[in-house]
């Protein structure tokens, strides 16, 4: 099955949407399989938004992101690249479509709640440099049965 890496970013934390977020990842049957607080600094950002380094407004992002701890998640799930992103919804807060995290939780371009990898080949970059590969437990929950039919376990 894929994996795909989530930040909880501080305008999540901040804002104590942490179980809100959590109880949607699990709600949707998607596996958690790594899960700790950190606090992120500047050097980590210019690696994870590499492409947004030179942009005028990297200062302000990094300033957002290292503003509190933010939690680090690991999915698993069938096409989990794909349906986490659904689930998260475009980048600006506002033009974000109702029912996804940040079409119901947040109103900003910048302070969107959540980070979560946009390909299967960044989310296993993006993995590594966030969790050693102990903090990652590939585990199978007992419900797998109740969450995908046999051929799908198989994926
Ligand atoms: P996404 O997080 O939706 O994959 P990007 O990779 O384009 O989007 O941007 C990474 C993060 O950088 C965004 O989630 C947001 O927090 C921040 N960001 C992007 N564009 C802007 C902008 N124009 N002004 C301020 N922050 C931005």
Same mark, same amino acid.
């Given at each position: 099955?894929? @994996?795909?890496? !989530? $930040?909880?970013?501080?305008?999540? +934390?901040?804002?104590?949407? /942490?179980?809100? $977020?959590?109880?949607? $990842?699990? *709600?949707?049957?998607?596996? /958690? %399989?790594? &899960?700790?607080? &950190?606090?992120?600094?500047?050097?980590?950002?210019?690696?994870?938004?590499?492409?947004?380094?030179?942009?005028?407004?990297?200062?302000?992002? +990094?300033?957002? &992101? %290292?503003?509190s701890p933010v939690i680090v &998640?690991?999915?698993?799930? +069938?096409?989990?690249?794909? !349906?986490?992103?659904?689930?998260?919804? !475009?980048?600006?807060?506002?033009?974000?479509?109702?029912?996804?995290?940040?079409?119901?939780?947040?109103?900003?371009? @910048?302070? *969107? $709640?959540?980070?979560?990898?946009?390909? +299967?080949?960044?989310?296993?970059?993006? /993995?590594?440099?966030?969790?050693?590969?102990?903090? !990652?437990?590939?585990?199978?929950?007992? *419900?797998?049965?109740?969450?995908?039919?046999?051929?799908?376990?198989? @994926?």
């Open positions: 099955m894929e @994996q795909t890496l !989530v $930040i909880l970013k501080p305008s999540a +934390v901040e804002r104590c949407l /942490i179980g809100e $977020i959590i109880t949607r $990842i699990q *709600n949707r049957g998607l596996i /958690i %399989t790594g &899960m700790k607080m &950190m606090q992120l600094d500047e050097a980590i950002l210019r690696e994870h938004y590499a492409h947004l380094v030179d942009k005028p407004f990297f200062p302000s992002i +990094v300033k957002s &992101m %290292t503003a &998640m690991v999915l698993k799930g +069938v096409e989990v690249v794909e !349906v986490f992103r659904a689930m998260t919804g !475009v980048t600006n807060g506002r033009k974000a479509a109702p029912g996804t995290l940040r079409g119901d939780f947040c109103m900003s371009g @910048q302070a *969107n $709640i959540v980070h979560a990898s946009d390909s +299967v080949e960044n989310a296993l970059i993006e /993995i590594a440099r966030f969790f050693k590969p102990e903090e !990652v437990f590939d585990y199978t929950p007992a *419900n797998i049965d109740f969450l995908y039919g046999d051929d799908e376990q198989k @994926q």
